[in-house]
């Protein structure tokens, strides 16, 4: 199917453990975004990515690691999950800067 | 760094009203600002957007100028319906192609 796509949909995982994130995305956008959801604090950039290999930093990047080997797929990992880490991931991705962000249906994670 | 501050929520509306939520940002540079919605269960949208000074941008009824002499993009529409309550957020994309949302709007439309 075309689109972004993004698994699971929902996650409960403990303490300490490590989680994968996927997102997936068909257009071969060269931008691809990670932002958390959370009550209060709107969304928040965790990583970006201009292009295949090329990734940044956002505004909440400590505790998470990305990847970008192939232009489609972004997943995002929490290296030892804890409970500030319970929220809404949603992953975006988007042809340039100035372009529309198209975003996946979102995951929701709870560590527990 | 950039930033983006929009109005806090909820608004609560009736059917047919005056809608403002009002987003101010900080950027260096020329950013392009947007407007996204967020129906409830699902992914962001995009609304509307403007790339330059002075830039309308417009969709559904709703309408946003960008203003760069007062760094804002408010939201407007000219009547509500029951069908635009979502949440509402604000959103700049700064020179780097980052893109920065504000804290969202919250928006009740009573029949």
């Known amino acids: 199917d075309a689109g972004i796509t993004q698994s699971p949909r929902y996650k409960i995982t403990e303490t300490g453990r490590q989680v994968t994130l996927m997102c997936h995305q068909t257009?071969?956008?060269?931008?691809m975004f990670w932002y958390r959801q959370d009550l209060g604090h709107g969304l928040r950039l965790i990583y970006y990515s201009a292009a295949a290999d090329i990734t940044d930093k956002g505004e909440v990047s400590d505790g998470y690691v990305v990847s970008r080997s192939k232009t489609e797929n972004f997943p995002l990992t929490l290296e030892s999950a804890t409970r500030s880490q319970t929220s809404v991931y949603f992953c975006a991705s988007s042809g340039a800067g100035d372009t529309e962000a198209f975003f996946g249906q979102g995951t929701r994670l709870t560590v527990v | 760094g950039n930033s983006v501050t929009q109005m806090e929520g909820p608004v609560t509306l009736s059917e047919e009203a005056f809608l403002t939520i009002n987003c101010t940002y900080t950027a260096t540079g020329y950013p392009s600002l947007f407007w996204y919605v967020q129906y409830p269960g699902e992914g962001l949208q995009l609304l509307l957007k403007?790339?330059?000074?002075?830039d309308k941008g417009s969709n559904k009824g709703f309408e946003a100028t960008y203003r760069k002499e007062t760094t804002s993009f408010h939201l407007e529409k000219g009547s509500v319906q029951v069908s635009d309550s979502a949440v509402y957020f604000c959103?700049?994309?700064?020179?780097?192609?980052?893109?920065?949302f504000g804290k969202g709007t919250r928006l009740h439309i009573l029949p």
């Open positions: 403007a790339t330059k000074a002075d």
């Open positions: 959103a700049l994309s700064d020179r780097d192609d980052k893109i920065i």
């Open positions: 257009w071969s956008h060269s931008y």
